[in-house]
């Protein structure tokens, strides 16, 4: 069983920067595939960024491109997602997940099976 509990989340201007934090606990984390969703208002529930069990594939959406970062410490249980050039459209909820059955990444909300209870990130123009 995995718990996730994100941090990180807040208030920021255009072009402005946010470090989102994934705190994990449980026998399958270290090598389980993590990453990140968000629901923007109004919006259907999308895939960011995800990553696998060594850091070493990392995978995001096309908007995110370029701008944020997913990395993952495995010692200390924590994935994270470093966001940079803010701009309004990445105002969401976002979601960290697991996946908990095996090592493989996916990209769809399906292939996730635990998930956090979200961290709001607004981004004013």
């Known amino acids: 069983q995995v718990q996730l509990v994100e941090s990180g989340g807040g208030l920021v201007q255009t072009g402005g920067s946010l470090r989102l934090s994934c705190a994990a606990s449980g026998r399958t984390f270290s090598r389980n595939a993590m990453g990140w969703f968000r629901q923007a208002p109004g919006k259907e529930r999308e895939f960011v960024a995800a990553i696998n069990w060594s850091g070493g594939n990392t995978y995001y959406t096309d908007s995110v491109k370029g701008r944020f970062t997913i990395s993952r410490d495995n010692a200390k249980n924590t994935v994270y997602l470093q966001m940079n050039s803010l701009n309004p459209e990445d105002t969401a909820v976002y979601y960290c997940?697991?996946?908990?059955?095996?090592?493989?990444?996916?990209?769809?909300?399906?292939?996730?099976?635990?998930w956090g209870q979200g961290t709001q990130v607004t981004v004013s123009s």
């Open positions: 997940v697991a996946r908990g059955r095996d090592q493989a990444v996916g990209l769809t909300q399906g292939w996730y099976d635990y």
